[in-house]
T-cell receptor, first 114, second 112 residues
């Protein structure tokens, strides 16, 4: 059983388009995250969300918005795509709280903006 | 702002050797530290999670230590195998940011 899944695996689109990436977890976790891995392979947190609170990394443009239809899903919407948005996007999940909760990652979505 | 540094950036060793990967972080107020493995074009596989109150964790040939006060962690790999070749990422949770703060990774190659 896949714990954290993402679709699509690859996404190629034109600059200026709007696109979405879907994420689902079947681990019963209540906190989900989006990370961006840039061309130099550096991973950075974009959002964390736990039904009550959305925490946004201050460097994320407001063209990016997470949407959670339920606890098991956290989708990422991107408006007006730019060349610099090309990266691999990873979804992750964990139990909530400030304790030592292990995060589990999805396989990633490689976004290419032309 | 938390910063995580991993040394070395790349490492190539013959099969069978024991090796140590290093990770340091600037803010010791962490909740936990997690080591991951990433294969080319793949996602992240969690290897070990160390809570802030723990000193080490072991899983098979892997042993991770944590010295929170000095802001350091090491990942020890015993009897390395070619299948261990991957990028190893260290990440900490806490220190002023939600989510994980990652290092840039150590690219490890085990020569057969």
């Amino acid at each position: 059983d896949t714990a954290v899944s993402q679709t699509p695996k690859y996404l190629v689109t034109q600059m200026g388009n709007d696109k979405s990436i879907k994420c689902e977890q079947n681990l019963g976790h209540d906190t989900m995250y989006w990370y961006k891995q840039d061309s130099k392979k550096f991973l950075k947190i974009m959002f964390s969300y736990n039904n009550k609170e959305l925490i946004i990394n201050e460097t994320v443009p407001n063209r990016f918005s997470p949407k959670s239809p339920d606890k098991a899903h956290l989708n990422l919407h991107i408006n007006s795509l730019e060349l610099g948005d090309s990266a691999v996007y990873f979804c992750a999940s964990s139990h909530a709280g400030t304790g030592g909760n292990e995060q589990f990652f999805g396989p990633g979505t490689r976004l290419t903006v032309l | 702002k938390q910063e995580v540094t991993q040394i070395p950036a790349a490492l190539s060793v013959p099969e069978g050797e024991n090796l140590v990967l290093n990770c340091s972080f600037t803010d010791s107020a962490i909740y936990n530290l997690q080591w991951f493995r990433q294969d080319p074009g793949k996602g992240l596989t969690s290897l070990l999670l160390i809570q802030s109150s723990q000193r080490e964790q072991t899983s098979g040939r892997l042993n991770a230590s944590l010295d929170k006060s000095s802001g350091r962690s090491t990942l020890y790999i015993a009897a390395s195998q070619p299948g261990d070749s991957a990028t190893y990422l260290c990440a900490v949770r806490g220190g002023g940011a939600d989510g994980l703060t990652f290092g840039k990774g150590t690219h490890l190659i085990i020569q057969p």
